[in-house]
T-cell receptor, first 112, second 113 residues
Framework: AQSVTQLGSHVSVSEGALVLLRCNYS??????LFWYVQYPNQGLQLLLK??????LVKGINGFEAEFKKSETSFHLTKPSAHMSDAAEYFC??????????FGSGTQLTVLP | EADIYQTPRYLVIGTGKKITLECSQT?????MYWYQQDPGMELHLIHY???????EKGDLSSESTVSRIRTEHFPLTLESARPSHTSQYLC????????????FGQGTRLTVV
């Protein structure tokens, strides 16, 4: 069975600072990993996905994530936070024929 | 731009009423899902479907029911709404395959008074 753990339910950064949102997965098979963003009262929007073509994955809005098999991690980063990045971020793992397994989410606050 | 639509976006309804939340997608996806999400909380899968006439219950027990008569349509029904059903309901769809992402609708925020 798969599981996804997001460390830190709330993360605050100053505008212009580095954003780091942590995600660890547990899987007995090669994972398919995703990051989604959710703005208030909206559905989830795909930021990026790991396809095994490259360990560093670039997504939309300047975000990227690095797959580290040895650490079973897929952390999300952005070099410089913008006020518009404030949202809820979800890490998810595929590989199950049934569904994606979602982490519990991280609320990102960007301080002026 | 994902082509998956949910209606209504917001619904306030009285206890005991029957409601149907609509979800439609135009991408031809076989898989469709319903998630329940309380504000600021994680997503809980309540129903999913692999295709027409295929529906399964998800991880979170729900009093709602679903049907999948057409590929593009996956409505969720509550026969008798209660205040405990107040939540946001998210519909999603995905293509067949393990490395396929889910596309989400905008959600329906349901309030039962």
């Amino acid at each position: 069975a798969q599981s996804v753990t997001q460390l830190g339910s709330h993360v605050s950064v100053s505008e212009g600072a580095l954003v780091l949102l942590r995600c660890n997965y547990s899987s007995s098979v090669p994972p398919y990993l995703f990051w989604y963003v959710q703005y208030p009262n909206q559905g989830l929007q795909l930021l990026l996905k790991y396809t095994s073509a490259a360990t560093l994955v670039k997504g939309i809005n300047g975000f990227e994530a690095e797959f580290k098999k040895s650490e079973t991690s897929f952390h999300l980063t952005k070099p410089s936070a913008h006020m518009s990045d404030a949202a809820e971020y979800f890490c998810a793992a595929g590989g199950s024929a049934r569904q994606l397994t979602f982490g519990s989410g991280t609320q990102l606050t960007v301080l002026p | 731009e994902a082509d998956i639509y949910q209606t209504p976006r917001y619904l306030v309804i009285g206890t005991g009423k029957k409601i149907t939340l609509e979800c439609s997608q135009t991408m031809g996806h076989d898989k469709m899902y319903w998630y329940q999400q309380d504000p600021g909380m994680e997503l809980h899968l309540i129903h999913y479907s692999y295709g027409v006439n295929s529906t399964e219950k998800g991880d979170l027990s729900s009093e709602s029911t679903v049907s999948r008569i057409r590929t593009e349509h996956f409505p969720l029904t509550l026969e008798s709404a209660r205040p405990s059903h107040t939540s946001q309901y998210l519909c999603a769809s995905s293509a067949t395959g393990l490395n396929t992402e889910a596309f989400f609708g905008q959600g329906t925020r349901l309030t039962v008074v």
